[in-house]
């Protein structure tokens, strides 16, 4: 019963910015980590971001100094601002949920659908 609704995606140029959003909805009590994942064209995908539920944070390095994850624990939703965008930011990047205590499950795993992020050089 837990979904999650993402936004945000887009086109843009080099050195320009997009923020992403991911809300989860549903019976909801406790979400421990909250990431985001990309996956480029033709290749797997990988960790960009997480936070934790104390705010501990973890980057991928290509990211690291462009991008900022932030997260609402009252509105159960995480973003990710990205600044100075690169031609190989070009993926698909999808949200992540784990460790989520809801109405059904003690620790569950959930992924978003995926919004499309495409930077032109």
């Known amino acids: 019963q837990v979904q999650l609704v993402e936004s945000g995606g887009g086109l843009v140029q080099a050195g320009g910015s997009l923020r992403l959003s991911c809300a989860a909805t549903?019976?909801?009590?406790?979400?421990?980590?909250m990431g985001w994942y990309r996956q480029p064209p033709g290749k797997q995908r990988e960790l960009v971001a997480r936070?934790?539920?104390?705010?501990?944070?973890n980057y991928a390095d290509s990211v690291k100094g462009r991008f900022t994850i932030s997260r609402d624990n009252a509105k159960n939703t995480v973003y990710l601002q990205m600044n100075s965008l690169k031609p190989e930011d070009t993926a698909v990047y999808y949200c992540?949920?784990?460790?989520?205590?809801?109405?059904?499950?003690?620790?569950?795993?959930?992924w978003g659908q995926g919004t499309q992020v495409t930077v032109s050089s």
């Open positions: 549903g019976t909801i009590f406790v979400i421990n980590v």
């Open positions: 992540n949920l784990d460790g989520v205590w809801d109405r059904d499950n003690y620790s569950a795993n959930y």
């Open positions: 936070i934790t539920s104390r705010s501990g944070t």
